[in-house]
């Protein structure tokens, strides 16, 4: 989206996966989060976007990039210094902004425990 200066122009939410659990916390990893491929298209997320993710276990929150695990693993995988923040088996929200002219809907999506889709929030 090309947009001109002088717009009113603010980041937005456009994609969340909620109550995700963290497979793996690997810190000899290059830094990024793992996440299973349909969850990545589910939610509208692209490889290597920008996200904010979320503990609801601890309260921690970081930026990190995203980058495709396996198709259907459940896999939600922390990797390098973010995995000091965020360890396996911790409950995550990760979200994805864009800057938007306007406000919109973002493409939400819930998980159960084992990172399975339930459904659109």
């Known amino acids: ?61 970081l930026e990190t990039y995203v980058i495709p695990a396996p198709r259907d693993s459940g896999t939600i995988g922390m990797h390098g210094a973010a995995a000091h923040l965020i360890r396996a088996g911790e409950k995550i929200i990760i979200m994805g902004f864009h800057p938007a002219a306007e406000p919109g809907s973002p493409q939400a999506i819930l998980v159960d425990d084992d990172n399975r889709f339930v459904r659109f929030v």
């Not at 963290?22 to 810190?27: F, G, R």
């Not at 920008?50 to 503990?55: G, I, Q, T």
């Open 1 to 61: 989206m090309q947009l001109t200066q002088g717009e009113d122009t603010r980041l937005v939410l456009c994609s969340k996966i909620h109550q995700a659990r963290v497979t793996a916390a690997e810190i000899g990893c290059v830094g990024n989060i793992a996440i299973d491929e349909d969850l990545m298209e589910r939610a509208g997320l692209w490889p290597y976007e920008k996200v904010l993710v979320v503990s609801l276990t601890s309260g921690a929150r």
